[in-house]
Protein backbone atom coordinates (compact mmCIF):
# COMPACT_ATOMS: atom_id res chain seq x y z
CA UNK A 1 0.00 0.00 0.00
CA UNK A 2 2.95 2.71 1.03
CA UNK A 3 4.57 1.45 -2.22
CA UNK A 4 1.91 1.80 -4.38
CA UNK A 5 1.58 5.38 -2.67
CA UNK A 6 4.85 6.03 -3.43
CA UNK A 7 5.14 5.48 -6.77
CA UNK A 8 1.92 7.25 -7.48
CA UNK A 9 4.42 10.33 -6.62
CA UNK A 10 6.81 10.02 -8.81
CA UNK A 11 7.11 13.03 -10.97
CA UNK A 12 6.44 11.01 -14.29
CA UNK A 13 2.88 9.26 -13.34
CA UNK A 14 2.05 13.09 -11.62
CA UNK A 15 2.76 14.18 -15.08
CA UNK A 16 0.70 11.16 -16.62
CA UNK A 17 -2.05 12.33 -14.30
CA UNK A 18 -1.84 16.04 -15.06
CA UNK A 19 -2.28 15.80 -18.72
CA UNK A 20 -4.72 12.75 -18.31
CA UNK A 21 -2.14 10.53 -20.53
CA UNK A 22 -2.04 6.95 -20.41
CA UNK A 23 0.93 4.93 -20.53
CA UNK A 24 0.77 4.15 -23.89
CA UNK A 25 -0.56 7.83 -24.65
CA UNK A 26 2.52 9.27 -23.25
CA UNK A 27 4.95 6.52 -24.85
CA UNK A 28 3.19 7.21 -28.44
CA UNK A 29 3.97 11.16 -28.25
CA UNK A 30 7.83 10.03 -27.21
CA UNK A 31 7.89 7.59 -29.71
CA UNK A 32 6.80 10.13 -32.45
CA UNK A 33 9.31 12.69 -30.91
CA UNK A 34 12.08 10.49 -30.72
CA UNK A 35 11.81 9.84 -34.42
CA UNK A 36 11.27 13.56 -35.10
CA UNK A 37 14.72 13.78 -33.46
CA UNK A 38 16.28 12.05 -35.35
CA UNK A 39 17.25 8.98 -32.85
CA UNK A 40 15.10 6.23 -34.96
CA UNK A 41 12.37 3.96 -33.64
CA UNK A 42 10.94 3.68 -30.11
CA UNK A 43 8.89 0.79 -28.27
CA UNK A 44 5.65 1.64 -26.84
CA UNK A 45 4.88 -0.82 -24.60
CA UNK A 46 3.51 0.49 -21.23
CA UNK A 47 5.72 -1.79 -18.83
CA UNK A 48 8.07 0.92 -19.93
CA UNK A 49 6.72 3.40 -17.79
CA UNK A 50 6.26 1.56 -15.00
CA UNK A 51 9.78 0.04 -14.99
CA UNK A 52 11.18 3.69 -14.76
CA UNK A 53 8.42 4.29 -12.37
CA UNK A 54 9.15 1.39 -9.82
CA UNK A 55 10.46 1.88 -6.53
CA UNK A 56 13.28 -1.53 -6.92
CA UNK A 57 15.91 -1.14 -9.10
CA UNK A 58 13.94 1.43 -11.23
CA UNK A 59 15.47 1.67 -14.99
CA UNK A 60 16.75 4.70 -16.47
CA UNK A 61 16.05 5.78 -19.55
CA UNK A 62 18.58 5.99 -22.48
CA UNK A 63 19.79 10.14 -22.77
CA UNK A 64 17.86 10.46 -26.37
CA UNK A 65 14.97 9.02 -24.78
CA UNK A 66 14.67 11.75 -22.06
CA UNK A 67 15.71 14.41 -24.85
CA UNK A 68 12.22 13.15 -26.78
CA UNK A 69 10.26 13.01 -23.24
CA UNK A 70 11.13 16.73 -22.73
CA UNK A 71 10.81 17.87 -25.89
CA UNK A 72 7.04 16.37 -25.75
CA UNK A 73 6.66 18.33 -22.41
CA UNK A 74 8.35 21.47 -24.01
CA UNK A 75 11.31 21.48 -21.34
CA UNK A 76 14.50 22.55 -22.59
CA UNK A 77 17.33 19.70 -23.59
CA UNK A 78 19.97 21.80 -21.37
CA UNK A 79 17.22 21.20 -18.13
CA UNK A 80 17.82 17.45 -18.75
CA UNK A 81 21.92 17.43 -18.70
CA UNK A 82 21.98 19.46 -15.46
CA UNK A 83 19.15 18.61 -13.21
CA UNK A 84 19.63 14.81 -13.99
CA UNK A 85 16.56 12.04 -13.87
CA UNK A 86 13.74 12.03 -12.65
CA UNK A 87 14.08 15.62 -11.45
CA UNK A 88 13.96 17.73 -14.65
CA UNK A 89 10.77 16.12 -14.73
CA UNK A 90 9.24 18.26 -11.94
CA UNK A 91 9.43 21.05 -14.63
CA UNK A 92 6.53 19.31 -16.33
CA UNK A 93 4.08 19.48 -13.48
CA UNK A 94 2.35 22.91 -13.02
CA UNK A 95 -0.62 22.93 -11.15
CA UNK A 96 -2.78 25.85 -12.15
CA UNK A 97 -5.50 25.66 -9.54
CA UNK A 98 -6.04 29.65 -8.32
CA UNK A 99 -5.01 28.61 -4.57
CA UNK A 100 -1.36 29.25 -5.74
CA UNK A 101 -1.58 31.77 -8.51
CA UNK A 102 -3.74 34.34 -7.17
CA UNK A 103 -2.33 37.76 -5.82
CA UNK A 104 -2.39 37.58 -1.50
CA UNK A 105 -4.76 39.90 -1.14
CA UNK A 106 -8.65 39.42 0.55
CA UNK A 107 -9.92 39.43 -2.83
CA UNK A 108 -7.35 36.91 -3.32
CA UNK A 109 -8.53 34.64 -0.36
CA UNK A 110 -11.96 34.81 -1.04
CA UNK A 111 -11.47 33.23 -4.53
CA UNK A 112 -8.58 30.71 -3.24
CA UNK A 113 -11.08 29.46 -0.51
CA UNK A 114 -13.69 28.13 -3.04
CA UNK A 115 -10.91 26.60 -5.32
CA UNK A 116 -9.28 25.01 -2.78
CA UNK A 117 -12.80 23.84 -1.04
CA UNK A 118 -15.54 24.20 -3.57
CA UNK A 119 -18.52 21.15 -3.32
CA UNK A 120 -17.63 20.25 -6.81
CA UNK A 121 -14.06 20.20 -6.75
CA UNK A 122 -12.21 17.09 -8.80
CA UNK A 123 -9.08 16.38 -6.70
CA UNK A 124 -7.62 13.89 -9.58
CA UNK A 125 -5.73 16.30 -10.70
CA UNK A 126 -4.20 17.95 -7.52
CA UNK A 127 -0.57 17.39 -6.98
CA UNK A 128 1.43 18.28 -3.96
CA UNK A 129 3.15 21.44 -3.82
CA UNK A 130 6.91 21.82 -4.45
CA UNK A 131 9.38 22.68 -2.16
CA UNK A 132 9.69 26.74 -4.02
CA UNK A 133 5.96 26.89 -3.93
CA UNK A 134 5.67 26.26 -0.27
CA UNK A 135 8.49 28.81 0.70
CA UNK A 136 6.95 31.01 -1.45
CA UNK A 137 3.52 30.72 0.40
CA UNK A 138 5.37 31.46 3.71
CA UNK A 139 7.07 34.77 2.42
CA UNK A 140 3.61 36.12 0.92
CA UNK A 141 1.79 35.11 4.16
CA UNK A 142 4.93 37.62 5.83
CA UNK A 143 3.82 40.64 4.06
CA UNK A 144 0.27 40.02 2.48
CA UNK A 145 -1.68 42.74 3.22
CA UNK A 146 -5.03 42.41 6.06
CA UNK A 147 -8.40 43.20 5.29
CA UNK A 148 -9.74 46.27 6.38
CA UNK A 149 -13.72 47.79 6.60
CA UNK A 150 -16.26 46.87 4.07
CA UNK A 151 -18.55 49.72 3.59
CA UNK A 152 -22.40 48.86 3.52
CA UNK A 153 -25.17 47.13 5.23
CA UNK A 154 -22.84 44.96 7.88
CA UNK A 155 -23.02 41.72 9.76
CA UNK A 156 -22.15 42.19 13.83
CA UNK A 157 -19.52 40.52 15.76
CA UNK A 158 -21.73 37.98 17.11
CA UNK A 159 -22.05 36.06 13.83
CA UNK A 160 -17.82 35.61 14.31
CA UNK A 161 -19.02 34.38 17.35
CA UNK A 162 -21.16 31.85 16.53
CA UNK A 163 -18.56 30.66 14.37
CA UNK A 164 -16.15 30.08 16.96
CA UNK A 165 -18.32 27.87 18.73
CA UNK A 166 -19.32 26.29 15.73
CA UNK A 167 -15.49 25.18 14.70
CA UNK A 168 -14.82 24.26 18.58
CA UNK A 169 -17.19 21.75 18.01
CA UNK A 170 -15.88 20.66 15.21
CA UNK A 171 -12.72 20.38 16.23
CA UNK A 172 -13.41 17.83 19.11
CA UNK A 173 -15.76 15.51 16.66
CA UNK A 174 -12.57 15.26 14.12
CA UNK A 175 -10.51 13.72 18.14
CA UNK A 176 -14.04 11.54 18.75
CA UNK A 177 -14.65 10.48 15.41
CA UNK A 178 -11.96 10.78 12.68
CA UNK A 179 -11.39 13.11 9.49
CA UNK A 180 -14.10 10.65 7.69
CA UNK A 181 -16.62 12.37 9.44
CA UNK A 182 -15.59 15.71 9.90
CA UNK A 183 -13.89 16.58 6.58
CA UNK A 184 -17.00 17.42 4.17
CA UNK A 185 -18.43 19.45 7.44
CA UNK A 186 -15.38 21.68 7.80
CA UNK A 187 -15.60 22.28 4.15
CA UNK A 188 -19.26 23.45 4.27
CA UNK A 189 -18.09 25.61 6.94
CA UNK A 190 -15.36 26.60 4.55
CA UNK A 191 -17.92 27.82 2.24
CA UNK A 192 -20.70 29.25 5.10
CA UNK A 193 -17.94 31.94 5.96
CA UNK A 194 -16.68 32.58 2.10
CA UNK A 195 -20.18 33.26 1.58
CA UNK A 196 -20.35 35.89 4.42
CA UNK A 197 -17.26 37.48 3.49
CA UNK A 198 -17.95 37.83 0.02
CA UNK A 199 -21.81 38.45 0.02
CA UNK A 200 -21.81 41.41 3.43
CA UNK A 201 -20.11 44.25 4.66
CA UNK A 202 -18.41 44.52 8.22
CA UNK A 203 -16.56 46.52 10.45
CA UNK A 204 -12.55 45.65 10.37
CA UNK A 205 -12.28 44.20 13.55
CA UNK A 206 -15.38 41.95 12.19
CA UNK A 207 -13.65 41.49 9.07
CA UNK A 208 -10.63 39.94 10.10
CA UNK A 209 -12.16 37.61 12.94
CA UNK A 210 -13.78 36.11 10.05
CA UNK A 211 -11.24 35.84 7.99
CA UNK A 212 -9.22 33.82 11.01
CA UNK A 213 -12.81 32.05 11.42
CA UNK A 214 -11.85 30.63 7.16
CA UNK A 215 -8.26 30.15 8.47
CA UNK A 216 -9.44 27.86 10.83
CA UNK A 217 -11.85 25.84 8.88
CA UNK A 218 -9.77 25.35 6.02
CA UNK A 219 -6.90 24.62 8.28
CA UNK A 220 -9.16 21.99 9.73
CA UNK A 221 -10.39 20.74 5.77
CA UNK A 222 -6.52 20.34 5.40
CA UNK A 223 -5.80 18.97 8.40
CA UNK A 224 -9.33 16.43 7.77
CA UNK A 225 -8.04 15.90 3.91
CA UNK A 226 -4.15 14.88 4.95
CA UNK A 227 -5.56 12.08 7.38
CA UNK A 228 -7.84 10.38 5.12
CA UNK A 229 -4.70 10.10 2.64
CA UNK A 230 -5.48 13.15 0.29
CA UNK A 231 -2.14 15.08 0.59
CA UNK A 232 -2.32 17.34 -2.13
CA UNK A 233 -6.15 18.40 -1.53
CA UNK A 234 -4.99 18.87 1.99
CA UNK A 235 -1.82 21.37 0.75
CA UNK A 236 -4.62 22.93 -1.10
CA UNK A 237 -6.58 23.40 1.79
CA UNK A 238 -3.86 24.66 4.01
CA UNK A 239 -2.58 27.28 1.91
CA UNK A 240 -6.00 28.85 1.16
CA UNK A 241 -5.95 28.84 4.86
CA UNK A 242 -2.62 31.15 5.15
CA UNK A 243 -4.03 33.22 3.04
CA UNK A 244 -7.29 33.24 4.98
CA UNK A 245 -4.62 34.16 7.89
CA UNK A 246 -3.15 37.09 6.66
CA UNK A 247 -5.92 38.61 5.70
CA UNK A 248 -7.35 38.44 8.92
CA UNK A 249 -3.83 40.02 10.63
CA UNK A 250 -3.55 37.54 12.87
CA UNK A 251 0.21 36.13 13.14
CA UNK A 252 -0.88 33.78 15.48
CA UNK A 253 -3.76 32.11 12.94
CA UNK A 254 -1.03 32.49 10.66
CA UNK A 255 2.00 30.21 12.44
CA UNK A 256 -1.02 27.69 13.48
CA UNK A 257 -1.74 26.61 9.80
CA UNK A 258 2.02 26.67 9.06
CA UNK A 259 2.65 24.19 12.11
CA UNK A 260 0.22 21.74 10.46
CA UNK A 261 1.13 22.48 7.16
CA UNK A 262 4.54 21.73 8.20
CA UNK A 263 3.10 18.27 9.39
CA UNK A 264 1.78 17.39 6.27
CA UNK A 265 5.26 18.44 4.68
CA UNK A 266 7.27 15.55 6.65
CA UNK A 267 4.64 13.34 7.67
CA UNK A 268 3.45 11.91 3.95
CA UNK A 269 4.81 8.81 2.56
CA UNK A 270 7.59 10.66 1.09
CA UNK A 271 9.01 13.18 3.51
CA UNK A 272 9.87 16.67 2.76
CA UNK A 273 11.63 18.04 6.02
CA UNK A 274 13.42 21.03 4.26
CA UNK A 275 10.06 22.92 3.45
CA UNK A 276 8.57 22.20 6.50
CA UNK A 277 11.26 23.74 8.47
CA UNK A 278 10.58 26.80 6.14
CA UNK A 279 7.43 27.08 6.63
CA UNK A 280 8.31 26.70 10.52
CA UNK A 281 10.89 29.25 10.33
CA UNK A 282 9.21 31.28 8.60
CA UNK A 283 6.02 31.61 11.23
CA UNK A 284 9.25 31.99 13.84
CA UNK A 285 10.41 35.30 12.34
CA UNK A 286 7.73 36.74 14.06
CA UNK A 287 7.57 34.93 17.15
CA UNK A 288 6.88 38.60 19.07
CA UNK A 289 3.69 38.90 17.25
CA UNK A 290 2.20 35.48 18.19
CA UNK A 291 0.39 35.61 21.20
CA UNK A 292 -0.20 31.99 22.22
CA UNK A 293 2.39 30.40 24.14
CA UNK A 294 1.14 27.05 23.41
CA UNK A 295 1.19 27.47 19.28
CA UNK A 296 4.60 28.98 19.82
CA UNK A 297 5.26 25.27 21.74
CA UNK A 298 3.86 23.66 18.49
CA UNK A 299 6.33 25.42 15.98
CA UNK A 300 9.35 24.16 18.00
CA UNK A 301 7.47 20.77 18.26
CA UNK A 302 7.33 20.30 14.96
CA UNK A 303 10.83 21.65 14.53
CA UNK A 304 11.87 18.90 16.19
CA UNK A 305 10.47 16.37 14.36
CA UNK A 306 11.21 18.10 11.06
CA UNK A 307 14.95 18.22 12.14
CA UNK A 308 14.74 14.41 13.55
CA UNK A 309 13.49 13.42 9.79
CA UNK A 310 16.26 15.26 7.93
CA UNK A 311 19.11 13.20 10.32
CA UNK A 312 19.73 16.84 12.58
CA UNK A 313 19.91 14.76 16.27
CA UNK A 314 21.52 18.03 17.78
CA UNK A 315 18.83 20.36 16.51
CA UNK A 316 16.06 18.33 16.82
CA UNK A 317 16.57 18.03 20.73
CA UNK A 318 17.60 21.18 21.22
CA UNK A 319 14.00 22.12 19.75
CA UNK A 320 12.41 20.36 22.29
CA UNK A 321 14.28 22.25 24.81
CA UNK A 322 12.87 25.28 23.50
CA UNK A 323 9.63 23.81 23.21
CA UNK A 324 9.49 23.06 27.01
CA UNK A 325 11.14 26.67 27.74
CA UNK A 326 8.24 28.06 25.93
CA UNK A 327 5.78 25.87 27.47
CA UNK A 328 6.57 26.37 30.94
CA UNK A 329 7.16 30.24 30.64
CA UNK A 330 3.19 30.46 29.72
CA UNK A 331 0.20 31.04 30.77
CA UNK A 332 -2.43 27.89 31.76
CA UNK A 333 -4.51 26.53 28.69
CA UNK A 334 -7.73 28.45 29.81
CA UNK A 335 -6.02 32.05 29.16
CA UNK A 336 -4.71 30.44 26.14
CA UNK A 337 -5.89 30.17 22.39
CA UNK A 338 -9.32 27.13 22.53
CA UNK A 339 -7.14 26.16 19.05
CA UNK A 340 -4.48 25.06 21.33
CA UNK A 341 -6.29 22.66 23.98
CA UNK A 342 -4.46 19.60 23.56
CA UNK A 343 -0.63 21.32 24.08
CA UNK A 344 0.85 20.03 27.24
CA UNK A 345 4.25 18.57 28.28
CA UNK A 346 3.04 14.84 27.67
CA UNK A 347 2.48 16.39 23.46
CA UNK A 348 6.02 17.38 24.01
CA UNK A 349 7.31 14.57 25.20
CA UNK A 350 5.30 12.75 22.36
CA UNK A 351 6.62 14.32 20.02
CA UNK A 352 10.55 14.20 21.99
CA UNK A 353 9.80 10.29 21.20
CA UNK A 354 8.87 10.62 18.14
CA UNK A 355 12.17 12.46 17.26
CA UNK A 356 14.31 9.84 19.13
CA UNK A 357 12.81 7.03 17.06
CA UNK A 358 13.43 8.70 13.71
CA UNK A 359 16.76 9.07 14.93
CA UNK A 360 17.36 5.57 15.56
CA UNK A 361 17.32 6.16 19.53
CA UNK A 362 14.55 3.54 20.52
CA UNK A 363 15.89 3.82 24.09
CA UNK A 364 15.47 7.48 24.65
CA UNK A 365 12.15 7.06 22.86
CA UNK A 366 10.96 4.70 25.15
CA UNK A 367 11.57 6.59 28.02
CA UNK A 368 9.85 9.92 26.77
CA UNK A 369 6.83 8.21 25.54
CA UNK A 370 6.91 6.86 29.20
CA UNK A 371 7.04 10.43 30.57
CA UNK A 372 4.40 11.44 28.25
CA UNK A 373 1.54 9.24 30.14
CA UNK A 374 3.47 9.22 33.82
CA UNK A 375 4.02 13.21 34.01
CA UNK A 376 1.95 15.90 36.11
CA UNK A 377 0.80 17.30 32.93
CA UNK A 378 0.69 13.95 31.25
CA UNK A 379 -0.88 13.84 26.76
CA UNK A 380 -4.40 12.69 27.48
CA UNK A 381 -5.39 9.92 25.66
CA UNK A 382 -9.08 9.89 26.10
CA UNK A 383 -9.42 13.29 24.92
CA UNK A 384 -7.57 12.50 21.48
CA UNK A 385 -7.75 8.56 20.53
CA UNK A 386 -6.37 8.77 17.24
CA UNK A 387 -3.00 10.58 18.20
CA UNK A 388 -2.91 8.22 20.99
CA UNK A 389 -2.73 5.05 18.81
CA UNK A 390 -0.53 6.64 16.52
CA UNK A 391 2.00 7.73 19.11
CA UNK A 392 1.13 3.63 20.94
CA UNK A 393 2.44 2.58 17.39
CA UNK A 394 5.51 4.49 17.36
CA UNK A 395 6.51 3.37 20.90
CA UNK A 396 5.66 -0.79 20.15
CA UNK A 397 8.25 0.22 17.11
CA UNK A 398 10.54 1.33 19.68
CA UNK A 399 9.95 -1.67 21.55
CA UNK A 400 10.50 -4.20 18.50
CA UNK A 401 13.72 -2.15 17.69
CA UNK A 402 14.85 -3.09 20.92
CA UNK A 403 13.93 -7.02 20.51
CA UNK A 404 11.30 -6.92 23.26
CA UNK A 405 8.63 -8.49 21.52
CA UNK A 406 5.88 -8.62 24.54
CA UNK A 407 6.05 -4.55 24.47
CA UNK A 408 5.65 -4.60 21.28
CA UNK A 409 2.48 -6.62 21.34
CA UNK A 410 0.93 -5.57 24.17
CA UNK A 411 1.21 -1.77 23.41
CA UNK A 412 0.29 -2.86 19.65
CA UNK A 413 -2.51 -4.52 21.09
CA UNK A 414 -3.81 -1.17 23.36
CA UNK A 415 -3.58 1.16 20.35
CA UNK A 416 -6.06 -1.14 18.24
CA UNK A 417 -8.47 -0.97 20.93
CA UNK A 418 -7.93 3.25 20.62
CA UNK A 419 -8.35 3.14 17.19
CA UNK A 420 -12.18 1.09 17.24
CA UNK A 421 -13.82 3.91 16.60
CA UNK A 422 -11.63 6.45 15.29
CA UNK A 423 -11.68 6.75 10.96
CA UNK A 424 -7.65 7.44 10.49
CA UNK A 425 -5.90 6.55 7.44
CA UNK A 426 -2.46 7.63 9.12
CA UNK A 427 -3.60 5.53 12.17
CA UNK A 428 -4.16 2.56 9.42
CA UNK A 429 -1.21 2.97 7.71
CA UNK A 430 1.10 3.32 10.83
CA UNK A 431 -0.42 0.40 11.95
CA UNK A 432 0.47 -1.89 8.63
CA UNK A 433 3.79 -0.78 8.22
CA UNK A 434 4.15 -2.41 12.54
CA UNK A 435 2.74 -5.29 11.06
CA UNK A 436 4.81 -5.71 8.01
CA UNK A 437 7.82 -5.32 10.31
CA UNK A 438 6.67 -8.08 12.68
CA UNK A 439 5.84 -10.54 10.00
CA UNK A 440 10.10 -11.99 9.87
CA UNK A 441 8.98 -12.92 13.96
CA UNK A 442 5.61 -14.55 13.07
CA UNK A 443 7.07 -17.87 14.47
CA UNK A 444 6.86 -16.28 18.00
CA UNK A 445 3.55 -17.02 19.04
CA UNK A 446 2.76 -13.76 20.93
CA UNK A 447 3.53 -12.16 17.36
CA UNK A 448 1.58 -14.69 15.87
CA UNK A 449 -1.34 -14.04 17.81
CA UNK A 450 -1.18 -9.93 17.06
CA UNK A 451 -1.29 -10.81 13.54
CA UNK A 452 -4.24 -12.98 13.24
CA UNK A 453 -5.93 -10.86 15.51
CA UNK A 454 -5.10 -7.74 12.96
CA UNK A 455 -4.94 -9.44 9.86
Known sequence: ?????????????????????????YLRRVSAKHRSLGYGGLGCR??????????????????????????????????????????WLLLGIRDHSAVWELPWTPEGTITALDDAGGPTVD????????????????????????????????????????????????????????????????????????????????????GRRLYASAAEASRLAGWCAYDTGDVAAAE????????????????????????????????????????????????LVHRDRITSPRALTMLHIRRARAHSLAGEPAAAYRAIDDALAVYDNGFPATADLPTMYWVNTGEIHQAAASAALSLHDPARALE?????????????????????????????????????????????RHAVDLMGGVSSARGNSALTELRSALVRRRGVPVVKDFLELTG
Open 236 to 283: KHLCAALRAAASSGDHTTGAIVAAFWANVRYGSTTPDPRSALDLLNGA
Open 46 to 87: KEKVSRWTRLVRPQVPTEHTQLAMAAVLEIPASEVRTRTWPH
Open 368 to 412: HFTAAATHADPYDAEKEPRGAAIYLIRKASAYLALDDLDGTVETA
Open 1 to 25: MVEGALADRHPLNQVLALKGWTSED
Open 123 to 206: RRGFLTAGGGTVAAAIAQWAIAAPSNAVTGRKIGKNVADRFDIRLDELRHLDDDLGADYVYDAARAEVRLINRFLRNNSYAEAT
